[in-house]
């Protein structure tokens, strides 16, 4: 596996792998790999001739005041963890080096500013400047993203298709402990107490489509009930809201394709999950 650590050389590589006619799957990820990466970057492996995974903590896509300086970083357990899972490369740029001194932002307008952009509405413009940069530099084929960010795979998605970068984003499914609370790196940041009241989110999105399947069309009354169950384990709530899934536009009365998304704090984590309903 080559470790590969500036933009240059990373360019150089997917040239020779492309002229050799190899395709190239990525799975950009921040490293602090778990279980949902591992996912990702299986279905990747499955199907491309060769494998990136990048790893870089993007300072772009976090506010001053949010968790950068104490994300996880383990880039000894990271390296082992794609090496057993057959990364032909791993993309690991020097902290800012891959996103400093550039003065160009990708954004997605209107998109970048719901859910979560309304409490952190410089965080879309950082993902997709780094995510437009890493499909420019690896000159990836396809792009595997997992559906636990729905709304950062709907604007990437977005913004493939608005600029024709030529690379297909797959989305993958949410993978989840076996209590069912989905998988982030952002979950080793819970005490025990906090980890059983982090489910609320599973057990609220639950509620939601038992409510949708005895027939419940509002989606008021829907996220109302969602809210309850998140208050009730002292949860302070960012949103809870039914959208559109390829617009994220919020949806009223339920009659069609329809996903319901959920952000509240847990202490001091903020946790996000989302399904359809
Ligand atoms: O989902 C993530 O880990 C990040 O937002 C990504 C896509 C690697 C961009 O920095």
Not at 146 to 153: R, Y
Not at 217 to 239: M, P, Q, W
């Amino acid at each position: 596996m080559d470790i590969i650590r500036s933009a240059d050389s990373m360019a150089e590589w997917s040239r020779k792998a492309r002229l050799a006619g190899k395709t190239i799957g990525l799975v950009p990820t921040m490293g602090a790999l778990h279980q949902g990466h591992i996912s990702l970057i299986n279905k990747a492996r499955r199907e491309n001739d060769l494998l990136v995974v990048s790893i870089f903590v993007n300072p772009l896509q976090f506010a001053p005041g949010e968790d950068y300086a104490r994300y996880p970083r383990d880039e000894e357990r990271d390296l082992s963890i794609t090496g057993k899972a057959g990364a032909d490369a791993v993309f690991t740029p020097d902290a800012g080096s891959f996103s400093e001194g550039e003065k160009t932002i990708i954004s997605v307008p209107g998109m970048n500013k719901l859910l979560c952009g309304e409490s952190r509405p410089t965080h879309f413009d950082g993902v997709t400047t780094v995510v437009a940069k890493l499909f420019n530099v690896t000159g990836a084929n396809k792009a595997y993203f997992g559906e636990k960010d729905f709304q950062q795979l709907v604007i990437v998605k977005r913004m493939v298709s608005d600029l024709r970068i030529p690379v297909e984003v797959v989305g993958c499914p949410t993978i989840r402990e076996s209590d069912g609370l989905a998988m982030s790196s952002r979950n080793r940041y819970l005490d025990a107490d906090e980890r059983i009241r982090g489910l609320s989110l599973r057990s609220g999105i639950l509620e939601a489509q038992r409510m949708v399947k005895e027939g419940i069309r509002e989606a008021n009354k829907i996220e109302e009930s969602v809210k309850k169950i998140l208050n009730e384990a002292n949860l302070t709530i960012d949103y809870v809201s039914i959208c559109h899934p390829d617009t994220l536009n919020k949806i009223d009365h339920l009659d069609g394709p329809a996903r319901i998304l959920v952000a509240a704090k847990v202490g001091k984590t903020r946790l996000i999950d989302n399904d359809s309903v």
